[in-house]
């Protein structure tokens, strides 16, 4: 689905990305750890063209979205991304929210859009919730509202930019219920996120970066039970 090869990212003379390769394959969940500044979110960003690539290159679905000419808007309908902030309009209630990007980008009729954002809301949990304004909703259920938002675009791969990071602990639980869900329906999924217990429950892989290249990846029994790099073990014996 993913194929990273020779990813490179700097900022000035700022090398944040020093050469990743990856690939993430259909119906896997990829979960990406990591010190901050290690370099996670950048990588994920550059997935979806929200950050250019100094070099390397990448291809979803067979498509090199770094070559010449590529139509990245087209690209950008099959990857869903989750922030960390919830980015929400405010003037709009969690069912217009998940309703807007489908009739200006898909142009869905009005119904449809609609129909389609009912069923994903509740899907996450927040049926009785479709007409509520985000100012009245808590930061766990507006975020729902961004995951319902991404679904509605009918996405093949999922990408999560420490979702969780933004909620107060309580709230952590529901969002990241949501994920698991999505996971156990079968779908590709980037996850970037300090949850140690959701990535050992979770993820097909666990990737441990730092400094902009991946030290180790494996399984997540592997990474967290037998890491190999004395950085890996060191990252976890400070958050464990």
């Known amino acids: 689905m993913v194929q990273i090869r020779g990813l490179h990212k700097a900022y000035g003379g700022n090398e944040v990305l020093r050469g990743i390769d990856l690939d993430v394959h259909r119906g896997e969940v990829v979960v990406v750890l990591g010190p901050s500044g290690s370099g996670k979110s950048t990588m994920l ?41 919830f980015n929400l309009f405010p003037h709009l209630s969690a069912k217009k929210n998940v309703m807007i990007a489908q009739q200006k980008v898909l142009k869905r009729s009005r119904e449809e859009a609609e129909r389609i954002a009912v069923e994903e809301l509740g899907k996450v949990g927040l049926a009785d919730r479709v007409d509520f304004m985000p100012s009245q909703l808590s930061g766990g259920q507006q975020q729902r509202v961004a995951i319902a938002r991404a679904l509605a675009m ?23 219920g949501v994920m698991r869900d ?49 950085r890996t073990k060191d990252f976890l014996g400070h958050i464990s």
């Open 45 to 85: 960003r550059c997935v979806n063209l929200l950050e250019t690539p100094t070099a390397g290159s990448i291809v979803v679905e067979g498509v090199d979205i770094t070559g010449k000419g590529v139509d990245i808007n087209k690209v950008r309908s099959t990857l869903g991304m989750v922030f960390q902030q």
């Open 182 to 230: 999505l996971a156990r329906e079968g779908m590709t999924m980037i996850v970037v996120t300090h949850e140690m217990q959701f990535a050992r429950d979770v993820a097909d892989r666990v990737v441990f970066m730092d400094g902009g290249v991946i030290v180790e990846q494996g399984t997540p029994e592997q990474v967290f039970d037998h890491p190999q790099s004395e």
């Open 154 to 176: 009918n996405p093949h791969v999922m990408l999560f930019d420490e979702a969780t990071s933004a909620l107060d602990p309580e709230l952590v639980r529901d969002v990241l």
